[in-house]
C-alpha cells in the first residue's frame, strides 16, 4: 500500500491524482488530503516537517518517504497501467531535470487549472510563511 499526500484543495492536484486513482487497477494507493493536518501528523509522524504546499508526498509500506517528483514517479510503479509512463521518468537526465520541472509545475498550478488562491502563491510568498 502506497500512501499519497497531497494537497486536496488544489484543482490541478486533485485532477492529476484522479486519473492515477482511475488507473490503480490493483487498489495500492492510499490518498491523504494534506490539509487534514492533524490526521496526516498522526499517521505519519515522518512528515512532521513536510512542505505540503509545494509538492506531494508518497509513504512507502517500509516507510520511506519520497516528494514531487520522486513521490509521482513512485506513484507510477503501483500499477501495471502507468508502467508505459515510467520510461519517460527514469530517462536520463530527469533525476536532475525532473524536479525542476515538478518545482514549476507546482509553483505554476494556477495555469493547469487550479483555481484555488492558494495555488496562485508566488515563490517569494511561499518562502515568507512562518
Request: charged share 25%.
Amino acid at each position: 500500500m502506497l500512501h499519497v499526500i497531497y494537497d486536496g484543495q488544489c484543482g490541478f492536484c486533485v485532477r492529476a491524482l484522479r486519473i492515477c486513482r482511475a488507473l490503480d487497477v490493483r487498489g495500492s494507493l492510499r490518498f491523504h488530503d494534506a490539509n487534514a493536518r492533524v490526521h496526516v501528523h498522526e499517521t505519519f509522524p515522518e512528515l512532521h516537517a513536510a512542505d505540503f504546499d509545494d509538492a506531494m508526498f508518497a509513504v512507502a509500506p517500509d516507510r520511506g518517504v519520497t516528494r514531487g517528483f520522486f513521490a509521482f514517479r513512485r506513484v507510477l510503479w503501483e500499477s501495471p497501467l502507468m508502467w508505459p509512463f515510467l520510461p519517460l521518468f527514469y530517462f536520463p537526465g530527469t533525476r536532475w531535470l525532473g524536479p525542476r520541472v515538478y518545482a514549476w509545475v507546482a509553483k505554476n498550478r494556477r495555469r493547469f487549472g487550479c483555481d484555488n488562491d492558494r495555488c496562485d502563491l508566488s515563490a517569494s510568498s511561499r518562502d515568507s510563511r512562518p
